[in-house]
């Protein structure tokens, strides 16, 4: 166990529609990361944010948006999604240190 | 963008013997990680070695790093069906941006 959860486990929406994914950090892990794995694809990383501040993103459009909040709870929001959207999405966690803790992931499923 | 190179992309070994994962990268890195991922769920960490370093172990994964190749392995011995899974090799380059290479699908057969 990597002390790193997701919610919702799975989730179905409809393009157009707008999503929010949900992860909850280790205690006194201040950076977070979001990363997006497309079906027999390794991760990509989303963004990364740094006690409550984006500091890092990848080459996704600002449609994916995320929030970080003080009691180590993160956001991960796409709006106006596309079919393509579909993926697993995973957060992770550290402190200063290198090792990343990764949650279990949510399942996105645009139809 | 992806960084790292896994081969082979799938390996499959019956129990008791070693697997070998290799890895390519493109950059200079500030330390190489290893990963394993079961059934496209969470990834969970398994060892890291810095860029100054040349080998490393923990329990029965042997890594090694070659800087001036950019290459690292990854040995798993005395396999396990337990360890069928998805091995990712995993750059961190950038403060934190973990670049992932596509993974090798290892299948361990009882």
């Known amino acids: 166990e990597t002390g790193v959860t997701q919610s919702p486990t799975h989730l179905i929406k409809t393009r157009g529609q707008q999503v929010t994914l949900r992860c909850s950090s280790q205690?006194?892990?201040?950076?977070v990361s979001w990363y997006q794995q497309a079906l027999g694809q390794g991760p990509q990383f989303i963004f990364q944010?740094?006690?409550?501040?984006?500091?890092g993103r990848g080459n996704f459009p600002p449609r994916f948006s995320g929030l970080q909040f003080p009691n180590y709870s993160s956001e991960l929001n796409v709006n106006a999604l596309e079919l393509d959207d579909s993926a697993l999405y995973l957060c992770?966690?550290?402190?200063?240190?290198?090792?990343?803790?990764f949650g279990p992931g949510t399942r996105l499923t645009v139809l | 963008s992806q960084q790292g190179e896994e081969d082979p992309q799938a390996l499959s070994i019956q129990e008791g013997e070693n697997a070998t994962m290799n890895c390519s990268y493109k950059?200079?890195?500030?330390?190489l990680q290893w990963y394993r991922q079961n059934s496209g769920r969470g990834l969970v960490h398994l060892i890291l070695?810095?860029?100054?370093?040349r080998e490393k172990h923990s329990g029965r994964l042997r890594v090694t790093l070659d800087t001036s190749k950019k290459s690292s392995s990854l040995l798993i011995t005395a396999s396990r069906a337990a360890d069928t899974a998805s091995y990712f090799c995993?750059?961190?380059?950038?403060?934190?941006?973990?670049?992932f290479g596509q993974g090798t699908e290892l299948s361990v057969k009882p």
């Open positions: 944010y740094y006690r409550e501040e984006e500091n």
């Open positions: 950059t200079s890195i500030n330390n």
């Open positions: 995993v750059t961190d380059n950038q403060g934190g941006k973990l670049i």
């Open positions: 205690s006194g892990h201040n950076t």
């Open positions: 992770a966690s550290r402190t200063s240190t290198d090792t990343q803790y």
């Open positions: 070695i810095r860029s100054n370093e």
